[in-house]
T-cell receptor, first 113, second 116 residues
Framework: GNSVTQMEGPVTLSEEAFLTINCTYTATGYPSLFWYVQYPGEGLQLLLKATKADDKGSNKGFEATYRKETTSFHLEKGSVQVSDSAVYFC????????????FGGGTRVLVKP | NAGVTQTPKFQVLKTGQSMTLQCAQDMNHNSMYWYRQDPGMGLRLIYYSASEGTTDKGEVPNGYNVSRLNKREFSLRLESAAPSQTSVYFC???????????????FGDGTRLSIL
């Protein structure tokens, strides 16, 4: 079956620091990959996505590249802000599995001023 | 506001009580999903409905039932609530395009359910 593994948090950073959240996946088909962000008290919002190998998703200064050879989709941001404090979820969607999303466990990020 | 609307936002139940969580989307999406979120476990799929008139079990369906009332609405029912069902419940929907799996799911703001 499909699975997603991401680094456990919490990750605590200072403002303007570099952020990396590791994500690896296992899938039987050809999945699309997503990063979702959840701010306190809110639902999940799509942050970025990539639909095939070597695609790079980017949004709000965040980037992630779909690496088929390493089955990874690591999230990076060069200079974080306090407003980036949230929980980040890596997920995959497999059309062969009815477009159901498989999520990683989430990584809480706390950015201090 | 367009999107996925969940009601209620908060609820406290006693063990054995029943309850229905409501979800509606106004984006004309075909597929709808119910997830539960527990600390450190991400979101786990309870049930989903690929299209109006169909429902299927997800990863953790025990103790729940669902109804796809129409294209807009997808409800989740707890017939006899148990403390293990204390969680945050999220409803999501997705449209169907030529390449369906490329489209992201849209999530509601969640229902925080506590069972005493």
């Amino acid at each position: 079956g499909n699975s997603v593994t991401q680094m456990e948090g919490p990750v605590t950073l200072s403002e303007e620091a570099f952020l990396t959240i590791n994500c690896t996946y296992t899938a039987t088909g050809y999945p699309s990959l997503f990063w979702y962000v959840q701010y306190p008290g809110e639902g999940l919002q799509l942050l970025l996505k990539a639909t095939k190998a070597d695609d790079k998703g980017s949004n709000k200064g965040f980037e992630a590249t779909y690496r088929k050879e390493t089955t990874s989709f690591h999230l990076e941001k060069g200079s974080v802000q306090v407003s980036d404090s949230a929980v980040y979820f890596c997920a995959l969607s497999d059309r062969a599995a009815g477009n159901k999303l498989t999520f990683g466990g989430g990584t809480r990020v706390l950015v201090k001023p | 506001n367009a999107g996925v609307t969940q009601t209620p936002k908060f609820q406290v139940l006693k063990t054995g009580q029943s309850m229905t969580l409501q979800c509606a989307q106004d984006m004309n999406h075909n597929s709808m999903y119910w997830y539960r979120q527990d600390p450190g476990m991400g979101l786990r799929l309870i049930y989903y409905s690929a299209s109006e008139g169909t429902t299927d079990k997800g990863e953790v369906p025990n103790g729940y039932n669902v109804s796809r009332l129409n294209k807009r609405e997808f409800s989740l029912r707890l017939e006899s609530a148990a403390p293990s069902q204390t969680s945050v419940y999220f409803c999501a929907s997705i449209g169907q395009g030529l390449v369906g799996s490329n489209q992201p799911q849209h999530f509601g703001d969640g229902t925080r359910l506590s069972i005493l």
